[in-house]
């Protein structure tokens, strides 16, 4: 089992529409978690970054942890074309650090 | 410099030969991180630095993949006898400590093994 799971889709959404993006971890020491946007053919740049559980409101972005189900999310509202990307999730902590593990990615498309 | 800097940007060799990936972190990063993301994939850990030393190598697919760091800064990683499975694009990344994991990327390297 990996240690970050991620659905990597593809997933496809008309303008406007409200974005769901998920992952799980199986590392209960996992304490850090992010999440990384990666446009095509460019390297991945931090989008949120969450220590422990709760929420984090950036923008038309937020991010999401639920240690309890070891689950992390993040919404995208009001999704627009140039939120087309590819997004990691990224968890870390206990005795992991150094080897970041990263989720596979969840590619997303929103259409005009 | 201000970013993360990979070269070469693109790479093409054949099957057999060596290659060498450079990477040249933020300024004052202690930590340097080298990731592979293949095709439509995710990126998978290859190796990590602190410093000059690597305390977790695991990553690493062969022992035809090496990396070294000097002076704490620039890294290089060196694929000997490279095969087509090892076409992908080679991501470096460093960050100012080991544990909260803001990593900051390069544009990365693609490498195609004819």
């Known amino acids: 089992q990996k240690e970050v799971e991620q659905d990597p889709g593809p997933l496809s959404v008309p303008e406007g529409a409200i974005v769901s993006l998920n992952c799980t971890y199986s590392n209960s020491a996992f304490q850090y978690f992010m999440w990384y946007r990666q446009y095509s053919r460019k390297g991945p740049e931090l989008l949120m970054y969450?220590?422990?559980?709760g929420n984090k409101e950036d923008g038309r972005f937020t991010a999401q942890v639920d240690k309890s189900s070891k689950y992390i999310s993040l919404f995208i509202r009001d999704s627009q074309p140039s939120d087309s990307a590819t997004y990691l999730c990224l968890a870390t902590g206990g005795t992991s650090y150094g080897k970041l593990t990263f989720g596979q990615g969840t590619i997303l498309t929103v259409h005009p | 410099g201000a970013g993360v800097s990979q070269s070469p940007s693109n790479k093409v060799t054949e099957k057999g030969k060596d290659v060498e990936l450079r990477c040249d972190p933020i300024s004052g990063h202690t930590a340097l991180y080298w990731y592979r993301q293949s095709l439509g994939q995710g990126l998978e850990f290859l190796i990590y630095?602190?410093?000059?030393?690597?305390?977790?190598k695991s990553g690493l697919p062969s022992d035809r993949f090496s990396a070294e760091r000097t002076g704490g800064s620039v890294s290089t990683l060196t694929i000997q006898r490279t095969q087509q499975e090892d076409s992908a694009v080679y991501l470096c990344?460093?960050?100012?400590?080991?544990?909260?994991?803001?990593?900051?990327f390069g544009e990365g390297s693609r490498l195609t093994v004819l």
């Open positions: 969450t220590y422990s559980s």
């Open positions: 990344a460093s960050s100012l400590g080991a544990v909260t994991g803001e990593l900051f």
């Open positions: 630095f602190q410093g000059n030393s690597a305390p977790d």
